[in-house]
Structures are given as C-alpha cells and as structure tokens.
C-alpha cells in the first residue's frame, strides 16, 4: 500500500486519483498501460501528459472533465478554441441554457437585420458581438450538458448502452 500524499499545491490530475482512493500503483493497473512512474511525473509536473494518458487518466478515474481540464490548460489549440467547462448540476446547465436560449429569442429579429445582407456594417457590429456572445454561452452550456451525461456516466448513474440504443 502507498503512503498517502502530504504535497500541498497537487495538480488536477493528482487530486482526481486521490478523489478514487487509488495509490499511484492502482491507478497504473487500472489504467492498463500508463506506469506508476509516468503517473508520479505529470503528478509532479516534470512532464507534460500525453492525450491518450488522459483518456485513460479520465476514464480509470471517473473524471472525465480531465479532458477539458488537459485541452483548455495544456494544448496551445484548445487553449485558444476551447471553452473552460465546470462540473455543475443537471439543473443549473439547463437553466444558464434556457436563460441564453431566451435571450437570443429576443434579439432573432435583430440577428437576420444584421445577417441578410451577408455583411455586417459598422452600425450593426455591437448588436452582432452581443448576439454572438449569447450564443458563445449556448454553446459553453450544451457542452456542459455534454460533461455532465459523460460524468454521470462515469459514476454508474446513467447506463451507458441504454443511452447508445435510444440515440
């Protein structure tokens, strides 16, 4: 049995390992092939993870907001085209959704105003950069949508191939 971590300032994929109760060795065999050693080092930030490490660190321990965590932290792509996402409940997701969802209702009218002539004149730029931030919150809520069915998957709350047969 490894002893337990008394490190202060741990990194996100340490603090998941240790949310699942798992020695370095554990989350190494549940993982299959990412060693106890590797683990240690991207735990210590001697080295960088590798995706398909964080699939496996995503999956073993029942974290799968590691993969936004790796994309909008460590990839220069994702850094500039991903949203952070945060782990929220069911009802808070549906209702920042449905709160942007409204708002953009509103401002339809406006957007084909803006839109139909294929251009977007200097008066129509702010009501444009309004619209489109509302529907960057869209977005950012489906795709939280998105985590939390991946996560409550994870934990056995929703059953995986139930959800494969109705899609």
């Known amino acids: 049995m490894g002893k337990k971590s008394i490190k202060e300032n741990k990194n996100v994929y340490q603090l998941a390992r240790e949310a699942m109760d798992y020695t ?26 590798h995706p398909d490490e964080i699939l496996a660190m995503a999956s073993a321990y029942k974290s799968p907001e590691l993969c936004n965590y790796y994309c909008t932290h460590e990839c220069p792509i994702g850094q500039k085209n991903m949203p952070v996402l945060e ?21 339809k009218e406006r957007l084909i105003e803006i839109t139909v002539d294929g251009e977007i004149s200097e008066d129509e730029i702010k009501d444009f950069v309004a619209i489109k931030e509302e529907l960057r919150k869209i977005a950012t809520s489906v795709d939280g949508l998105q985590l939390w069915v991946d996560k409550t998957i994870a934990e056995g709350k929703i059953d995986k191939n139930l959800l494969s047969k109705i899609k």
């Open 87 to 107: 782990v929220k409940g069911l009802s808070q997701i549906v209702l920042e959704m449905l709160a942007g969802l409204n708002s953009v209702n509103k401002e």
């Open 24 to 49: 370095r060795d554990k989350a190494a065999e549940e993982m299959g092939y990412v060693s106890s050693d590797r683990i240690e080092k991207i735990e210590s930030e001697k080295t960088t993870p």
